[in-house]
Every structure is written in structure tokens, then in C-alpha cells.
Nanobody, 121 residues
Framework: EVQLVESGGGLVQPGGSLRLSCAAS????????MSWVRQAPGKGLQWVSA????????YYDEFMKGRFTISRDNAKNTLYLQINSLESEDTAVYFC??????????????WGQGTLVTVSF
């Protein structure tokens, strides 16, 4: 079965950094684009970033560009999200999700359980 497991979340002070990971299994990882999506407490889903299967192209929401970096290690079947200069508004559950093809088109068919990032003193 396709499975996605996020990790790396936790409590961090404003201005700090975190690197989130998503371990993938059950499918040919390099054949599928991947995305990060987040949900702040009491808010709806917000798409953050996507990367194509080979890791040669990445895409970001207008407000995420600069502080967020998506990457992947296909040899390890792992997706990453580096977040720098964290702000309180970044507090959210962060999900990784599998797209339906090699290139991202937001056809997110499978989602992980999410990892919580809390930005606070």
C-alpha cells in the first residue's frame, strides 16, 4: 500500500528553522511529483510547494517563496521541506502528498498523517 509518513515537526522559536521529512513507500517514488500542504489551527488547507518526480523543477506559493525550500532524495524515497525564519503564522500541521503523475498538477491522491509545527516562545 502507498504510505507517507511525515516527521520533523515540533516547537521552535520565531526566527528558527526546521527540516521536515516525508518517508514514502509502496510506489515508484521517482515517478511521481510530490507536494507539501499545511493547515493552520482553525483554518483551511493551504498548498505550500511541489516538486516533480526527478527533483529538477519546484514550485511555491507566492507567500512561501524565499523561506521554504522543497527537495527530495529519490534514493531514500524521502521528501523534504526546509523552513527558515519561521513566523507565528507558520504554525500548522504540515502534510506531504503524492501527486497522480510525474509532473505536479495538484492531483493529490494520497496524503500522510501530518506533522505539527508550532512557532512560539
Amino acid at each position: 500500500e502507498v504510505q507517507l509518513v511525515e516527521s520533523g515537526g515540533g516547537l521552535v522559536q520565531p526566527g528558527g528553522s526546521l527540516r521536515l521529512s516525508c518517508a514514502a513507500s509502496g510506489f515508484n517514488f521517482d515517478a511521481y511529483a510530490m507536494s507539501w500542504v499545511r493547515q493552520a489551527p482553525g483554518k483551511g488547507l493551504q498548498w505550500v510547494s511541489a516538486i516533480n518526480g526527478l527533483g529538477t523543477n519546484s514550485y511555491y506559493d507566492e507567500f512561501m517563496k524565499g523561506r521554504f525550500t522543497i527537495s527530495r532524495d529519490n534514493a531514500k524515497n524521502t521528501l523534504y521541506l526546509q523552513i527558515n525564519s519561521l513566523e507565528s503564522e507558520d504554525t500548522a500541521v504540515y502534510f506531504c502528498a503524492k501527486d497522480r503523475g510525474r509532473n505536479p498538477d495538484r492531483g493529490l491522491e494520497v496524503w500522510g498523517q501530518g506533522t505539527l509545527v508550532t512557532v512560539s516562545f
